[in-house]
């Protein structure tokens, strides 16, 4: 039950995230991921803000943040309601978002990439299937142990949601175009 709400809410965040790239929808996918149901918008811009910022629960998030992703100097820092806290950061392209729990333990990290990026063998599951399809985008979720692939496809007609999760494909979402 905890890991398929933990899985369930992957999907939410990864599907909101890449719409905003797919659809243009900058308007809905700005007011889900900024607005109150993940994390309130207190931001504390700089890094050398960052680091002069006090509390336990925010000092273990941030060295966990600097363990994993200690290259990283344009992150963007946002704390929550719920007392955790949420970093965003742009580095190679690459758009990603960490979640830290009301604690400051790690909870999830979604990154957004392009095809290029894309590992080979789930690139090449997903063309055998849909070799007519564009990818368009892809949401990398991690989380726990776990690691959830969304693609994003679109061929004259449709745009699809794809899962790869434990060399399994499955075809989440149709949209038309």
Do not use: C
């Not at 890449?18 to 007011?31: D, E, F, H, P, R």
Request: charged content about 20%; cysteine-free.
């Amino acid at each position: 039950m905890k890991n398929t709400l933990k899985i369930l809410i992957a999907i939410v965040i990864a599907v909101t995230g890449t719409i905003y790239n797919v659809n243009g929808q900058t308007a809905l996918i700005n007011s889900l991921i900024n607005q109150e149901i993940f994390f309130s918008p207190s931001i504390m811009a700089d890094s050398a803000k960052n680091n002069e910022l006090s509390g336990v629960v925010y000092k273990r998030a941030l060295k966990d943040f600097q363990k994993n992703f200690g290259n990283v100097n344009n992150a963007t820092w946002y704390g929550g309601k719920n007392g955790g806290y949420i970093a965003k950061f742009v580095n190679a392209d690459v758009r990603t978002i960490v979640a830290y729990n009301p604690s400051g333990s790690w909870a999830y990290t979604i990154h957004y990439y392009d095809e290029k990026k894309l590992p080979v063998d789930v690139r090449k599951m997903v063309k055998s299937t849909y070799y007519d399809y564009s990818i368009i985008g892809i949401a990398e979720v991690h989380f726990d142990e776990e690691t959830v692939y969304m693609i994003y496809l679109q061929d004259e007609g449709h745009f699809k949601a794809v899962r790869v999760h434990n060399d399994e494909m499955e075809e989440v979402e149709i949209f038309s175009r």
